[in-house]
């Protein structure tokens, strides 16, 4: 079943069309995986999701009624995912924010995908489609994902899981909704999120967790060549944890690593 | 009087939260001047959004469709602005677009502004927001605007009319909301829309009017420098059409210009 949907508090599938969500992506989400009754990592998505209004000059919403809001349209579903999306609402035409803005809070909550969908290794391919670099941007995930949608839009291999997303100068940034990480002689790396990319939830949990089981970790930039010569290479995010990729196509293949099992095995029935 | 909003054809000022306009910034938009009845330019306005359709792989409504629609919408209007928004629709959670998407149409019509604010000189200033760079969606007016929200904050100096705004590699690219020319020695340039900015409509207008008035017009690069050592600079869109920019702030000032005049009167009152 698909759970409830709620805009400002109330059930209801309607937004105004001069929402400045809808009008210019002006706006904030939080993808969140709830196990058990319970929104993993909600602190953390919080303070992402805080960080975000800080830098839009959003009016952040109390944790509580985000909280609340959440547990309501998860009513009936265990387990599942539910996205938060924070708007700076309706507004007048043109480009400059309200100065007191009525923000717009939508909930949407969705059951659990087929379990294939979600584990296992994966298959990625290396898009063409680029990140552009902002750094004023970089970090948030923000309603502004065109270049995600581009990127998807690339392949339509079911075989092939997920893009993974070069910035326009090169570097190895993330995948299309995930971030990346790489092993190189022990030593975990992602890249870093300086001027564009999301810095993920499940991206924080995996350093964290990284640096509490003594395994080396750094935040840095990546290559291709780097990706090329990694040992592993595994994917995050909040609603897949960790996914250990198999094969980049087209450049190389990996067989089951160890690190990248220690990892999964450490933040995989985490929370917080 | 505001003019109607329509939805797919209804009157409607609701779309659904699921919208891929709202989720992703999924769309492409239009705004376009309505004079005497007449929506202006809308050939042009017609071929942008095809070409923005294109790009993105969305299914372009048929121009009498969105003709007819602007025209209700403005009933009652015999002028003022109509803004035409084309979006993937809703669709599951997921960047990646449906194989056959159920296209949101939104047309939002509304009443002229006030003369003072799209006529006359301006004072602009420079924004700190900087462009990102990204040649694939270069050029389309889509729904990913967070740039322009954040230049737009960064003043609230009501002397100031807009603000304009530097790629990364710190070209002037163009305003919030307008194109920017610079006339130096008597030839016209404005910058190249080839990795980021918006290739507005009244810019092709006014490239078009000065070739034929014999006036040399050029698409390159413009530089901070460039537009320091202009004898003359004006800004263009749709609903604006020419409009002198009287100074930069901290930059430079300028008196009025025989070019920009030229320039406005060959545009204002024309059509198409």
Not at 214 to 227: K, S, T
Not at 255 to 265: N, P, Q
Request: contains cysteine; proline residues 6%.
């Amino acid at each position: 079943m698909t759970g409830r949907r709620l805009v400002n508090g109330l059930e209801s599938s309607a937004v105004a069309a001069d929402d400045r969500g809808l009008q210019y992506g002006d706006g904030l989400f939080e993808t969140m995986l709830v196990g058990e009754g319970r929104i993993r990592h909600l602190e953390l998505h919080l303070a992402r999701l805080e960080e975000g209004c800080r830098k839009l000059a959003l009016p952040m919403p109390s944790a509580v009624l985000i909280r609340d809001e959440c547990e309501r349209a998860m009513e009936g579903l265990r387990s599942g995912v539910v996205k938060f999306i924070l708007t700076r609402g309706p507004g007048p035409r043109g480009y400059r924010p309200p100065a007191e803005p009525a923000i717009t809070r939508i909930v949407m909550a969705s059951a659990p995908r087929p379990r294939s969908e979600t584990h296992g290794p994966v298959t990625v391919r290396l898009c063409r489609t680029r990140l552009g670099l902002n750094p004023a941007l970089a970090g948030l995930k923000h309603l502004n994902r065109l270049e995600q949608v581009m990127a998807c839009a690339e392949w339509d291999d079911p075989r092939i899981a997920e893009g993974l997303m070069l910035s326009t100068d090169g570097r190895v940034v993330c995948a299309t909704a995930a971030n990346v990480f790489v092993v190189t002689e022990g030593r975990l790396v992602t890249p870093a999120i300086r001027d564009c990319g999301v810095a993920g939830v499940m991206r924080e949990v995996v350093l964290r967790a990284a640096r509490q089981a003594g395994i080396p970790a750094e935040v840095q930039d990546v290559y291709p060549d780097d990706l090329e010569q990694a040992q592993e290479a595994f994917l995050t995010n909040a609603v897949i944890g960790v996914r250990p990729i198999e094969e980049v196509v087209g450049l190389r293949r990996w067989a089951d690593g160890e690190v990248t099992r220690t990892l999964s095995a450490l933040v995989t029935g985490g929370g917080g």
